[in-house]
């Protein structure tokens, strides 16, 4: 497996992930995810199996205990301590093989290497056990809105701590 910068190219492979991941929901529009990364800096990952991209992280700096809009581009670039891993999808026959450990992995380094002293997510009802074996903490005094999924908790992971 290899893990590298999104990059053009990916854009429909990303796509179609998010599709398969959230069925159930409104899917962001590429232009909105596209935006995200663009304000990222460099801190939004692919990984790819035999040249093809199985999984992906998105993250941008964004205040803690804040929500990106799921529908409004994102314009610029946000001067915080704070990194938002806004999403990780990996493809159905590729769970279970560590790549979603290995992203965050990646992510951890880099926002490290960036100064960044948090991380922070908003954990659907059925992914809050992962992020809290990765040592995300849930944040009681931020409410996830309700578009994010029921019973979606915002959690957060001091990077000093890792």
Excluded at 113 to 119: A, N
């Amino acid at each position: 497996m290899y893990i590298r910068n999104i990059a053009v190219p990916d854009w429909s492979s990303i796509m179609a992930l998010q599709h398969q991941a959230y069925y159930h929901l409104d899917p962001e529009s590429e232009a909105v995810l596209r935006s995200k990364v663009s304000v990222g800096q460099n801190v939004s990952f692919v990984a790819e199996k035999k040249d093809s991209v199985v999984a992906y992280l998105i993250a941008f700096s964004y205040p803690i205990n804040q929500y990106p809009s799921l529908v409004k581009p994102e314009a610029e670039p946000f001067r915080c301590s704070n990194l938002l891993l806004h999403d990780l999808v990996v493809e159905r026959d590729n769970r279970l093989e560590g790549i979603a450990t290995r992203l965050l992995s990646v992510l951890r380094d880099v926002a490290k290497e960036q100064g960044y002293r948090t991380l922070s997510l908003v954990a659907s009802d059925i992914s809050k056990a992962f992020w809290q074996k990765q040592g995300f903490e849930s944040v009681p005094t931020a409410v996830a809105p309700i578009h994010y999924g029921s019973g979606s908790v915002y959690m957060c992971l001091h990077i000093e701590d890792y």
